[in-house]
């Protein structure tokens, strides 16, 4: 069965990091295009960071220069490095999965949550 | 970069209605649009991607369709479970990916 799940969320002040990781199984990480996308407490959906099977990453603007996307093949995880948190980081964050086929993100985890604030 | 823009935000139908979401890019995302179901606590769930194919498992209740700048989702026949908060996301350039703002369907 293929399938994300999610860690790392939790309480963090404003100005600090944390590290969220996300455990696939069911399939291969490398392999696949996988993003991470948030969603802040009653608000929509927001595109954060994606990882192409090549090693390509990009970011959205808000989160450029501070959260950074990457791999473990070893351990088949995506990981996203949050530096610099801010208040309106606070959100939901899920990891999502494009096969490559272009067929937009046909499986994502449970989401994890990230709240920023002192 | 893409905007979205979606609409309407909010959508009150009844069951056995059709109703339609209308999604809008600012520029040519060709067919490279995705739409997507979401329930409270719940992630997204994929529904239709490259426009207009439905994801296996989908009812095909659901269709969408449109190219270019101009998409639209079509629910058929409303069931209870359809209420819920739709989704476009465009997909069209590798480094920026784009969700609309969400339509918010409701029981009348």
Known sequence: ?118 | DIQMTQSPSTLSASIGDRVIITCRASRSISSWLAWYQQKPGKAPKLLIYKASTLENGVPSRFSGSGSGTEFTLTINSLQPDDFATYYCHQYNSYSVHTFGQGTKLEIK
């Open chain 1, 1 to 118: 069965e293929v399938q994300l799940v999610e860690s790392g969320g939790g309480l963090v002040q404003p100005g600090g990091s944390l590290r969220l990781s996300c455990a696939a199984s069911g399939f291969t990480v490398s392999r696949n295009y996988m993003s991470w996308v948030r969603q802040a407490p009653g608000k929509g959906l927001e595109w954060v960071s994606i990882i192409y099977s090549g090693g390509y990453t990009y970011d959205a603007d808000s989160v450029k220069g501070r959260f950074t996307i990457s791999r473990d093949t070893s351990k088949n995880t995506l990981y996203l490095q949050m530096n610099s948190l801010r208040a309106d980081d606070t959100a939901v964050y899920y990891c999502a999965r494009d096969t490559g086929l272009r067929r937009g993100f046909d499986c994502w985890g449970q989401g994890t949550l990230v709240t920023v604030s002192s």
